[in-house]
T-cell receptor, first 113, second 115 residues
Framework: DTGVSQDPRHKITKRGQNVTFRCDPI?????LYWYRQTLGQGPEFLTY????????KSRLLSDRFSAERPKGSFSTLEIQRTEQGDSAMYLC???????????FGSGTRLTVV | DQQVKQNSPSLSVQEGRISILNCDYTNSMFDYFLWYKKYPAEGPTFLIS?????DKNEDGRFTVFLNKSAKHLSLHIVPSQPGDSAVYFC??????????????FGKGTKLSVIP
């Protein structure tokens, strides 16, 4: 296992289109997080999964955003009807139970034009 | 409100000297603190952490100091090397009540180590 993988690395989309990102966490980590980072800011929490259950969602996660983690393995984050304000780096991280230090993936850079 | 603050957006240090990065927090419920390092176009990489019951943790060239009464922590890098040039994020952790620890990040400090 080489760490947390995210796909794609970059995505350019037109405003109003839907996009979907994928995250493959470290296999033995049952906790998975999505964060968003915009220019000049630190990563901000979006949502959290424990196994397949989505247990927390930030108020940043509008109803255009949906995340899933079927079977408690990989996760997807979908953004519907993208807006220019959605342009950001979307980071996925995983964590083993009892630990504090997340392992982050390389992120997906979304540009909405 | 920003619960984790890194008030210095950037820092330049000569190679071989000490780099000191500072971080302040406001929420007393934070019980674990972490530093992450981030290169452009990559995700943050965990560097070092400290529990709130300790005041110092050391790992090679990196030392983190925690002053709970002042709600302040700092990361010391000695000696600084050009490869240390990156953005450093301070993060604070608290139990989220849903079975995990949620991290809150500062805005980062860009460290430049000059050869």
């Amino acid at each position: 296992d080489t760490g947390v993988s995210q796909d794609p690395r970059h995505k350019i989309t037109k405003r109003g289109q839907n996009v979907t990102f994928r995250c493959d966490p470290i296999s033995e980590h049952n906790r998975l997080y999505w964060y968003r980072q915009t220019l000049g800011q630190g990563p901000e929490f979006l949502t959290y999964f424990q196994n397949e259950a989505q247990l927390e969602k930030s108020r940043l996660l509008s109803d255009r955003f949906s995340a899933e983690r079927p079977k408690g393995s990989f996760s997807t984050l979908e953004i519907q009807r993208t807006e220019q304000g959605d342009s950001a780096m979307y980071l996925c991280a995983s964590l083993m139970r009892g630990e504090h230090g997340y392992t982050f993936g390389s992120g997906t850079r979304l540009t909405v034009v | 409100d920003q619960q984790v603050k890194q008030n210095s957006p950037s820092l330049s240090v000569q190679e071989g000297r000490i780099s000191i990065l500072n971080c302040d927090y406001t929420n007393s419920m934070f019980d674990y603190f972490l530093w992450y390092k981030k290169y452009p176009a990559e995700g943050p990489t965990f560097l070092i952490s400290i529990s709130s019951i300790k005041d110092k943790n050391e790992d090679g060239r990196f030392t983190v100091f925690l002053n709970k009464s002042a709600k302040h922590l700092s990361l010391h890098i000695v000696p600084s090397q050009p490869g240390d040039s990156a953005v450093y994020f301070c993060a604070a952790s608290k139990y989220s009540g849903a079975g995990s620890y949620q991290l809150t990040f500062g805005k980062g400090t860009k460290l430049s180590v000059i050869p």
